[in-house]
């Protein structure tokens, strides 16, 4: 049972960065594919980020290419998201996720473990 803790999130102004960051319990971490979601209120948790056990594959959804990056420091079993030009539109929880993924990285139900949260709040 992988246990995962995102922490990092706050309340920043349109234009500010943040980064997120994610620590698994697991000594296993490395052999797990790992993401980043967001849900707003009243919304689909949606796919924003995934990086894959082999560093330097990662995936993005459109609204986070070219702002966020995602990375893992396998040695410390933390993965991370790192979020530049933050919009009002970014305001959410941001979840991290692990799973044994090989394809569609952007699917919710391809992930095993999920953590707790993490609110993110971008105000204009």
């Known amino acids: 049972q992988v246990q995962l803790v995102e922490s990092g999130g706050g309340l920043v102004q349109a234009g500010d960065s943040l980064r997120l960051s994610c620590a698994a319990s697991?000594?296993?971490?490395?052999?797990?594919?790992m993401a980043w979601f967001r849900q707003a209120p009243g919304k689909e948790r949606d796919f924003v980020a995934a990086?894959?056990?082999?560093?330097?594959?990662?995936y993005y959804a459109d609204s986070a290419k070219g702002r966020f990056t995602i990375s893992r420091d396998n040695a410390k079993n933390t993965v991370y998201l790192q979020m530049n030009s933050l919009k009002p539109e970014d305001t959410a929880v941001y979840y991290c996720?692990?799973?044994?993924?090989?394809?569609?990285?952007?699917?919710?139900?391809?992930?095993?473990?999920w953590g707790q949260g993490t609110q993110v709040t971008v105000s204009a």
């Open positions: 697991e000594r296993t971490f490395s052999f797990y594919a």
């Open positions: 996720a692990a799973g044994n993924v090989y394809r569609n990285y952007d699917a919710r139900d391809k992930y095993d473990y």
């Open positions: 990086i894959r056990r082999v560093v330097g594959s990662t």
